[in-house]
T-cell receptor, first 113, second 119 residues
């Protein structure tokens, strides 16, 4: 699995857009980029996954440049309930080994009123 | 999406005793489940891969005799912490994925976690 680097923490105010960039210089051809959200004392929750360009769902958007060496998770108009740790993971999601996730430190996002 | 449950949600035990944690896939079958451990303010660390009907495979540094894993059915994996000590106190989380024929195959569904405190 490719190693990822993301900021340790980010602060934001309610209603603002939060963008978290993850670096993955050694991403392989078959690798997908997946983001998880974790609240204290809960298991991680899948947010979004993409391979290239842009992916959007009801929760977030994921921007992936052409070289795929980085990706940006965009959380629109955050609320206090978006305060959580966000993890970026890179790996081939289509293989059996995908379950062996190697979590990095993650980004602690704190949203204040 | 698919749901993974864990039981108990929290457990307190005395040093030297054994504790069993259950992980269930509620609405799908999982031939493979994964066990993670998370210490306070730290990231998740993969402990082992639980395979239905066969032995679990452990990550380097994880004692297989201490953390016994049994995957007796396609919906249940158990993690038993044997002779628990205070340093085993942690948050244990399991995960599983649905089959390759589903639209959620690329997702990994996590359980809510089990907080273990060893006194």
């Amino acid at each position: 699995l490719a190693k990822t680097t993301q900021p340790i923490s980010m602060d934001s105010y309610e209603g603002q857009e939060v963008n978290i960039t993850c670096s993955h210089n050694n991403i392989a051809t078959n690798d997908y980029i997946t983001w998880y959200q974790q609240f204290p004392s809960q298991g991680p929750r899948f947010i979004i996954q993409g391979y290239k360009t842009k992916v959007t769902n009801e929760v977030a958007s994921l921007f992936i440049p052409a070289d795929r060496k980085s990706s940006t998770l965009s959380l629109p108009r955050v609320s206090l309930s978006d305060t959580a740790v966000y993890y970026c993971l890179v790996g081939d999601a289509t293989t059996d080994s995908w379950g062996k996730l190697q979590f990095g430190a993650g980004t602690q996002v704190v949203v204040t009123p | 999406g698919a749901v993974v449950s864990q039981h108990p949600s929290r457990v307190i035990c005395k040093s030297g005793t054994s504790v069993k944690i259950e992980c269930r896939s509620l609405d799908f079958q999982a031939t493979t489940m994964f066990w993670y451990r998370q210490f306070p303010k730290k990231s998740l660390m993969l402990m082992a891969t639980s395979n239905e009907g066969s032995k679990a495979t452990y990550e380097q540094g994880v004692e297989k005799d201490k953390f016994l894993i049994n995957h007796a059915s396609l919906t249940l994996s158990t993690l038993t912490v044997t002779s628990a000590h205070p340093e085993d106190s942690s948050f244990y989380i399991c995960s599983a994925r649905d089959g390759p024929w589903t639209t959620s195959y690329n997702e990994q569904f996590f359980g809510p976690g089990t907080r273990l405190t060893v006194l």
